[in-house]
């Protein structure tokens, strides 16, 4: 999509996706990422997901990326933290304590700036991308991220039945994208109740991506 069709998104608060507490696939499914302490997370296209908090609160050390200033602003405001803003080309860092948000496109953000990560929580980053964006975006994380360990969620449905975001992203399509740099291991696959926006029956599919 478009970057100013996420903008646009955000400005007319069109904002269904964002969920009113931390997502359930993380809290049940964090125990099989056997990160250590103050482990560092990556939450790629974050808006401002109750997740950043919920991985602070336990400790661990966040980085976000985020194409909207409005949802950066919101997340730190609903954080009640004031963030320091540094300008790094075409990305702003907005920084707190054990938190970095890097605004601007994802494909902007290098490994360099962004810094070591520990593991990845990609809950509707590789969903919220249309089908000839997503192989380039797989390929882009895995090298920003040094291969690290990834909790990923997708949607299964006809996607002629309904147009996205999100968008189905089947099991063979995530074989495709990451078999060649992860080994793979579905461990969910539930049907969505009331199907996707009560408009389409489908399935979320979480999985495990480790590099070892």
């Given at each position: 999509m478009e970057a100013e069709f996420w903008r646009q998104i955000w400005r007319n608060n069109a904002i269904g996706f964002h969920e009113p507490k931390a997502n359930p696939v993380l809290i049940r499914n964090i125990e099989l990422l056997n990160l250590r302490p103050h482990s560092r997370f990556f939450l790629p296209l974050c808006g401002k997901t109750l997740d950043?908090?919920?991985?602070?609160?336990?400790?661990?050390?966040?980085?976000?990326?985020?194409?909207?200033?409005?949802?950066?602003?919101?997340?730190?405001?609903?954080?009640?933290?004031?963030p320091e803003v540094t300008e790094l080309g075409q990305q702003k860092r907005y920084s707190a304590e054990n938190l970095d948000i890097f605004c601007g496109d994802i494909f902007d953000l290098t490994a360099e700036a962004l810094g070591p990560v520990d593991a990845i929580f990609d809950r509707a980053a590789l969903v919220a991308l249309p089908a000839p964006t997503r192989a380039r975006y797989c390929r882009h994380l895995t090298a920003i991220t040094g291969h690290a360990t990834q909790l990923l969620v997708t949607f299964v449905y006809p996607q002629m039945l309904m147009s996205g975001p999100p968008f189905s992203v089947t099991d063979e399509e995530v074989e495709?994208?990451?078999?060649?740099?992860?080994?793979?291991?579905?461990?969910?696959?539930?049907?969505?109740?009331?199907?996707l926006k009560g408009l389409v029956p489908a399935a979320q599919h979480v999985w495990l991506l480790c590099s070892d």
């Open positions: 950043i908090g919920w991985l602070l609160s336990k400790g661990y050390r966040v980085a976000g990326a985020e194409l909207s200033e409005m949802a950066v602003a919101q997340l730190f405001d609903e954080l009640g933290v004031t495709r994208h990451y078999q060649g740099d992860y080994q793979l291991r579905r461990l969910e696959g539930r049907a969505l109740p009331g199907g």
